[in-house]
């Protein structure tokens, strides 16, 4: 992967993802962007359930998270969470998401994510930094 080149999620907005009013319910963005993260990890080769199944397990967690929701989704909208790695760091990972409507962005997101082993810090592995683009 190079950095900065987004993975893209379709993702089908259905009655439960909304309110009263059929617009999306802005705690289910968080949903929509988690599924992006992990897809996009997926494509990647980086399968979060075998980092966790290991002897000395790894996790992603997020450290910090910014949103910018900019226009509402409504029910049965298809729309594109886009997801991309930002920066690497030694620890940790910054990724741009956004979610589209065509060519209308809906919300920006920027996502810190540190890797953590047994409850602290844990550098990148090699392994890791390469699948994440940094070759």
């Known amino acids: 992967m190079t950095l900065n080149v987004p993975h893209i999620l379709p993702i089908?907005?259905?009655?439960?993802d909304t309110d009263f009013s059929g617009v999306v319910y802005h705690a289910s963005y968080l949903r929509f962007l988690e599924r992006g993260?992990?897809?996009?990890?997926?494509?990647?080769?980086?399968?979060?359930a075998a980092l966790h199944g290991d002897?000395?397990?790894?996790?992603f967690a997020v450290r910090r998270m910014t949103i910018d929701w900019l226009k509402p989704a409504r029910m049965d909208d298809l729309v594109n969470v886009e997801t991309w790695v930002?920066?690497?760091r030694g620890a940790s990972l910054l990724l741009g998401q956004r979610i589209t409507?065509?060519?209308?962005?809906?919300l920006t997101a920027e996502v810190l994510v540190a890797l953590v082993q047994n409850g602290k810090a844990a550098r990148l592995?090699?392994?890791l930094r390469e699948k994440l683009g940094s070759n």
């Open 101 to 106: 409507l065509g060519d209308t962005v809906l």
């Open 86 to 88: 930002d920066t690497l």
């Open 55 to 59: 002897e000395g397990a790894l996790a």
């Open 12 to 16: 089908r907005i259905y009655y439960e």
């Open 125 to 127: 592995t090699p392994a």
């Open 37 to 48: 993260r992990t897809e996009m990890l997926r494509d990647l080769g980086v399968h979060q």
